[in-house]
């Protein structure tokens, strides 16, 4: 093994660390990305069991309560935005995790000295589409909540 006083091994490690630096900027963003998909995931949560509450109290007080086509319409939107911001958290997570094998994997084929640049494209690849896909979702659980208020409004 090289010694790491050596000056090639050094601006060859320096260059790793430059080629690494955008990924670890997109996992920040993606990071960022799933912080804003959690807020929503928790605020769809506790809407979906505030509305669970007050349907259990109305059974209670009422055993013969059946729910309106309204609350019924309103709880299943939020299980639909509450499946498809899962999804897009998971697409994220998987974004994310892909992303940091392309990081491992560009010291990984220095260090072992072998060629893995297919493989990092397909990560890369593959990471790109997750995000996208999960951006996707995203946008139809705002349609979710767009549709959801202009048909209350």
């Known amino acids: 093994m090289e010694s790491l006083s050596d000056p090639n091994v050094i ?6 660390i430059k080629l690494s630096v955008a990924p670890v900027f997109l996992i920040t963003g993606i990071a960022a990305l799933i912080n804003i998909f959690v807020g929503r ?19 209670k007080m009422d055993p013969s309560y059946t729910p309106c086509q309204k609350v019924v319409y309103k709880r299943d939107l939020l299980l639909k935005r509450l499946k498809t ?18 990081v491992a994997s560009l010291f990984l084929s220095s260090v072992m000295k072998f060629d893995n640049s297919t493989f990092i494209v397909i990560l890369f690849i593959s ?21 959801f ?3 209350n409004s």
């Open 41 to 59: 995931l928790t605020r769809i949560i506790d809407r979906f069991e505030r509305l669970a509450v007050e349907l259990e109290e109305k059974k």
């Open 149 to 151: 208020a202009r048909d």
């Open 11 to 16: 601006s060859s490690v320096a260059h790793l």
């Open 85 to 102: 911001t899962n999804l897009a958290i998971a697409l994220a997570t998987l974004a994310g995790l892909m992303v940091a094998l392309v």
């Open 127 to 147: 990471a790109m589409l997750f995000l996208v896909l999960s951006l996707i979702l995203f946008l139809r659980e705002i349609f979710y909540t767009h549709n």
